[in-house]
C-alpha cells in the first residue's frame, strides 16, 4: 500500500509560481508512474501532468503545457508540480496520483481510472 502525501498549495497573485510536492511512502518509489490532476469547485477532476516510472514518458494538458513543468527524485520517493505563470483559471484542488509499472507512454496517462492511488489534494488558489 503506497500513500500520498501532498504540499506546497497556497495563495499566490497571478503570475507567480507554487512547487507542489508529494511525498510518498512504501518502497519502490520508482517504479511507480506519477500524475496531477485538478479539480476545481463544480468541474470534474481534470489531468494536469504525467511521469512514468521510466522517466521517458511525460505530459501535459494544453492548459498548462509551457508553464508547468512535472518531475520526479526517486532518491527522496517525491514528485514535483513546478508551476510558472499561474492564472487564476489554475485554481483548484491538485491531486498527485500513482500507479505501479505503469506504461504511461500515451493517451492513458490522462486517464484518472488508470491511477491506483491517491493523495488528500492541496489547494491552490491564485488571484488577479
Known amino acids: 500500500q503506497v500513500q500520498l502525501v501532498e504540499s506546497g498549495g497556497g495563495l499566490v497573485q497571478a503570475g507567480g509560481t507554487l512547487r507542489l510536492s508529494c511525498a510518498t511512502s512504501?518502497?519502490?518509489?520508482?517504479?511507480?508512474?506519477m500524475g496531477w490532476f485538478r479539480q476545481a469547485p463544480g468541474k470534474e477532476r481534470e489531468f494536469v501532468a504525467a511521469?512514468?516510472?521510466?522517466?521517458?514518458?511525460?505530459h501535459y494538458s494544453d492548459s498548462v503545457k509551457g508553464r508547468f513543468t512535472i518531475s520526479r527524485d526517486n532518491a527522496k520517493n517525491t514528485a514535483y508540480l513546478q508551476m510558472n505563470s499561474l492564472k487564476p483559471e489554475d485554481t483548484a484542488v491538485y491531486y498527485c496520483?500513482?500507479?505501479?509499472?505503469?506504461?504511461?507512454?500515451?493517451?492513458?496517462?490522462?486517464?484518472?481510472?488508470?491511477?491506483?492511488?491517491w493523495g488528500q489534494g492541496t489547494q491552490v488558489t491564485v488571484v488577479s
Open positions: 496520483s500513482g500507479r505501479r509499472f505503469f506504461d504511461c507512454s500515451g493517451s492513458e496517462c490522462y486517464a484518472r481510472a488508470e491511477y491506483d492511488y
Open positions: 512504501g518502497r519502490m518509489f520508482s517504479t511507480y508512474s
Open positions: 511521469i512514468s516510472w521510466t522517466g521517458g514518458g511525460i
